[in-house]
């Protein structure tokens, strides 16, 4: 099989698309899963050293009018040190290899955009506020894919950690310079009276309850995506008129949060809505709901979404490197 295939890096990722353009590819990529075109393989995941975890996350596209029939994985392993994700896309007529992306940028589009989705079409319209629980890597992503669908006028943000919580809100100052940014002193406090939450942390234990939310407030869990991590306690469960996921099937391994809640009641489980139902039906917020509800795990198809979008910039722009495709060899029987 000749031929060749694309590397791509980080800067050709972060350079090639915005944080608009990932929340639009994410919805024609939802759009193409509530037809069926598209499917996750769910995550699967091991822990190592303690402190370290392996993932591999992965998808189906169809041939659709979004792309030729691709398939493809992203894998990382999150460490003390960091991490290095790469996305490998395969052509799914012939299994060449297409491209490998460089996948760290195009996490946070992924992780921030998402949240931008979710809140686009959950929260209230006139949401212009937003509390974000957590002040680490994804914590900007986060801020800036809700400022792509909601004209925030406020941004309130908390950390445990105080040095953290006011280096991220200077940080949001420079960066959104016509938003005023609030450093609160305690979850309570960041997230009271606000329309929209973002929790986007690696917290063990539950830190949010139902009492410090307003009606009407849309949370986005994001942080807690294997079982041994917890954000919001149980009693936002009886508040939520909505409840959207990424990945349902992937919640049912994955989250403990919705574990602890629907333990193996199948009907609560259909209770839940895929994010991909939500943008097909083009239904918004209703007038009266209380709490909405989207746990975010992150899945392949959103990553596919968004190497495609990348993939198609790469043609167009004349860039990624193109290297020979793997060539069989014969291997050694001694």
């Known amino acids: 099989m000749g031929g060749t295939f694309l590397w791509i890096t980080e800067k050709e ?26 499917r996750n393989m769910v995550k699967t995941h091991v822990n190592f050293g303690g402190h370290g975890n392996l993932h591999a996350i992965g998808a189906a ?14 894998t990382w392993a999150h460490t003390p040190g960091g ?20 996948a760290f940028a195009l996490g946070q589009l992924r992780t921030g955009g998402i949240s931008g ?28 894919a809700v400022a792509c669908v909601r004209k925030l006028k406020r941004v309130r943000v908390f950390s445990p950690t105080a040095e953290k919580r006011e280096a991220f809100g200077g940080i949001l100052r420079k960066r959104f ?11 309570a406090e960041a997230v009271k009276g606000a329309p929209a939450v973002t929790l986007v942390t690696r917290a063990t234990e539950p830190f949010l309850g ?16 294997t079982p041994e991590r917890a954000e919001f306690h149980q009693d936002l469960f009886p508040r939520a008129h909505r409840m959207a996921a990424d990945s349902v099937d992937q919640m049912k391994k994955l989250s403990r949060e919705f ?20 943008v097909a039906s083009g239904k918004g917020r209703s007038p009266g709901d209380d709490l909405s509800l989207f746990k975010a ?17 790469a043609h167009a722009g004349k860039f990624g490197r193109e290297l020979p495709l793997p060539q069989r060899a014969e291997i050694r029987f001694d």
Do not use: C, Y
Request: hydrophobic share 50%.
């Open 13 to 38: 990722v972060a350079g090639a698309v915005s944080m608009s353009g990932a929340i639009a590819a994410l919805e024609r990529g939802l759009r193409i899963e509530a037809q069926g075109k598209a």
């Open 61 to 74: 596209f169809d041939e659709s009018e979004l792309s030729p029939a691709v398939v493809g994985t992203k």
């Open 83 to 102: 991490a290095m994700p790469v996305l490998v896309m395969i052509d799914g007529a012939n299994g060449a290899l297409i491209a490998v992306i460089e």
């Open 117 to 144: 989705v979710a809140t686009k079409w959950l929260s209230s319209p006139e949401a212009d506020e937003l509390a974000v629980i957590g002040a680490g890597k994804q914590a900007l992503p986060q801020v800036a």
């Open 177 to 187: 310079p016509g938003t005023e940014v609030v450093v609160a002193g305690s979850v």
């Open 210 to 225: 139902a009492r410090m939310l307003a009606a009407g407030t849309h949370v986005n869990a994001v942080g807690a995506i």
């Open 259 to 278: 574990q602890d809640h629907f333990g193996e009641d199948a009907t609560g489980w259909k209770s839940l809505e895929s994010l991909a139902s939500v």
């Open 297 to 313: 795990m992150g899945v392949g198809i959103s990553d596919l979404s968004i190497g495609i979008e990348v993939l198609r910039a």
